[in-house]
């Protein structure tokens, strides 16, 4: 016996599942495919790849650990490597959050909402140049001919242009601050617009003075912007090619180093390996880090 169409409530339930389940599935279904194509599957590629043969300028089909025991876990300049990165992006975020904390209070609590927004987006023009041309920006800045030396022997405060102002790690540490502060600034200052004034208001109420309010009210309520921003300036940071190779002064970063294994050897295997260790390290960093702070909050602060 064929069944009989479902009538009634039931049938207008089952109705509105299916619908809803349609919308859902075409909703997610891009973002899926988006991911799987772009994501997914060059990243099994890339994996795929650390478990090859390299031989002699050639990438062999056959299946090996080479990659991954002499040219990752065995080696002591990757070691080196890995700790420079981790130590260089550790450095980073908190010079790059001690920069973009003040500069986001200021524009939450001492100007408008819409001239803060603006403020805000100044931030964004000098990412409308390439990467590579701020970096050598820097170049007529700190070189030992640039503006800072020049002017400083003009004033009589040195004898002779200073040598660590470029290819160093204070020119590093400059270099990253420029291209990530916007990234740290940005979700404090959105963490911070979404406090309630109420909230502050209250701590003035119950005599509390500003570094108390700060302390008890404002810091604890802004922690998942500051934890956002220093996922983006942490990760950001150690995956960062350009500034390393030509304002560190030759030290080796690990984005360095791979590509440095497959442009003079084309030594993919131990190239991808580095990649897959170096995703893994930003993977437990995120983790880490929201494991102790729940960034949820942001978003459901009213």
Not at 29 to 37: E, G, I, R
Not at 48 to 66: D, I, P, W
Not at 141 to 157: D, E, F, K, P, S
Not at 294 to 300: G, L, P, R, V
Request: overall charge negative.
């Amino acid at each position: 016996m064929s069944s009989e169409p479902k009538t009634g409530i039931s049938g207008l339930l089952a109705t509105d599942r299916d619908d809803l389940f349609n919308e859902v599935t075409g909703l997610i279904a891009p973002t899926v495919l988006w991911f799987t194509v772009f994501l997914l599957l060059p990243l099994l590629v890339i994996f795929y790849y650390s478990f090859l043969t390299y031989q002699s300028f050639n990438v062999v089909n056959e299946f090996t650990l080479s990659a991954w025991i002499d040219g990752v876990f065995g080696s002591g300049a990757v070691r080196g490597a890995f700790v420079r990165t981790i130590g260089v992006g550790i450095i980073v975020t908190i010079i790059t959050l001690a920069f973009g904390y003040p500069l986001a209070y200021y524009l939450r609590f001492h100007t408008t909402p819409m001239v803060g927004l603006v403020l805000l987006l100044f931030l964004v023009i000098p990412f409308w140049t390439s990467e590579l041309i701020r970096t050598f920006g820097w170049f007529p800045i700190l070189g030992r001919n640039g503006v800072i030396n020049g002017l400083l022997m003009n004033l009589g405060l040195t004898s002779g242009p200073i040598g660590w102002l470029l290819f160093s790690s204070f020119s590093q540490a400059v270099g990253y601050l420029q291209n990530y502060v916007v990234f740290m600034a940005a979700p404090i200052y959105i963490s911070l617009s979404q406090i309630d004034e109420g909230l502050l208001n209250a701590s003035e109420t119950l005599r509390g003075n500003p570094v108390e309010t700060f302390k008890n009210v404002t810091w604890p309520l802004s922690l998942p912007g500051v934890a956002i921003g220093c996922m983006f300036t942490f990760v950001l940071t150690i995956g960062n090619f350009t500034v390393p190779s030509f304002l560190s002064g030759g030290a080796n970063t690990v984005p360095t180093l791979i590509f440095s294994r497959y442009s003079q050897g084309l030594n993919y295997p131990s190239a991808a390996a580095l990649s897959i260790t170096l995703l893994v390290v930003i993977f437990a960093f995120v983790f880490l880090l929201f494991r102790v702070v729940d960034i949820t909050e942001i978003a459901s602060q009213d």
